[in-house]
């Protein structure tokens, strides 16, 4: 048994503890919901599987246990709520583009699939959250139903072929250089650059190039890539597929030139990469202010085994 002196030289410590519990109760800042706007416009079945698995993080209807609003637990539901609403929010789904709205379902599904989401920390404490299989073969049919492949004729492979001619005439010669709200500007010289992967999607029915300049390229082939070093610069062409009946696949129409730039003094806050997506023939930058940065570094957090960067052939690092 605990001694009535020992008791007496524990109350002290207890009573700062106390203190010390319900001071910090007064310097969080709780989340808040804010308004359903524009929720996402999906069949009653897809939407209800995303209410259950994803809603409490993902849109301004988050339900929270009383432990989630206590310090420091609040804290963190604070951090993962925000971050989680920075990616993408059901409370706001439909002011995106449609195409901005396929993407972000086929990464929701790729994220399921790959296991990342719902996260393992959430589920332990609600389990009713877990998909099963028949939940994520609804989502995989209601993305694939949005996003039917389309055939082309042979004038719309022409016409495109046409368009990149002028692309690469206008990204050569053009005197002014369009630069994105956080100061990534376009790189007309990418084209000299070495080829490091190609990717195809055709859950968007997109095709990417993807070029790399020198320091890139060194870095792949010393496996010298966690972190790439500061100068590296990557650029990801990215074609609408024209797809062919008989299986064949061909470039399509520009959909958009996205740049990655690594410079740790200018983008500490995105673990030193900076973003640059530009859109069509006009290369449009994307983005109304600098913001943007963080919402493509919380895209890119999934491919930190590989420094922040998808589509990285380490199996060829000894590429020539």
Excluded at 111 to 119: D, E, Q
Excluded at 133 to 143: I, T
Excluded at 231 to 253: D, L, Q, S, T
């Amino acid at each position: 048994m605990v001694s009535s002196k020992k008791l007496r030289r524990l109350w002290p410590i207890a009573g700062i503890l106390l203190v010390g519990i319900i001071s910090i109760q007064f310097i969080q800042v709780p989340v808040q919901n804010d308004k359903v706007t524009h929720p996402i416009n999906a069949p009653e079945e897809v939407t209800k599987i995303f209410r259950k698995a994803c809603y409490d993080c993902h849109s301004n209807e988050s339900k929270f246990n009383w432990y989630d609003k206590v310090a420091p637990v609040s804290w963190l539901v604070d951090h993962d709520v925000k971050e989680a609403r920075s990616r993408f929010n059901f409370s706001t789904f439909d002011t995106l583009s449609a195409t901005d709205q396929q993407v972000r379902l086929w990464e929701m599904v790729n994220m399921v699939l790959a296991g990342k989401m719902p996260l393992n920390s959430y589920t332990t404490l609600h389990p009713e959250a877990k998909l099963t299989p028949h939940d994520v073969e609804v989502l995989k049919n209601y993305v694939l139903s949005i996003s039917p492949t389309k055939y082309h004729d042979s004038t719309q492979i022409k016409s495109a072929e046409e368009e990149q001619k002028v692309l690469g005439d206008k990204s050569t010669i053009s005197k002014k250089i369009p630069m994105g709200p956080n100061g990534v500007r376009f790189i007309p010289d990418y084209k000299n650059w070495e080829v490091i992967s190609t990717t195809s999607r055709f859950d968007n029915h997109t095709m990417r190039v993807i070029y790399g300049n020198k320091v890139t390229v060194n870095a792949i082939r010393g496996g010298r890539i966690k972190p790439f070093p500061d100068g590296a610069a990557i650029v990801k062409v990215v074609y609408n597929i024209i797809e062919e009946k008989n299986g064949e696949v061909h470039p399509g129409a520009l959909n958009n030139i996205q740049i990655m730039i690594k410079d740790e003094k200018r983008f500490p806050e995105s673990k030193g990469w900076g973003f640059g997506k530009f859109n069509g023939t006009d290369l449009k930058p994307y983005g109304e202010t600098a913001a943007f940065n963080t919402t493509c570094y919380n895209c890119h957090k999934i491919a930190d085994e590989t420094g922040y960067v998808f589509s990285i052939p380490l199996e060829n690092k000894n590429l020539k």
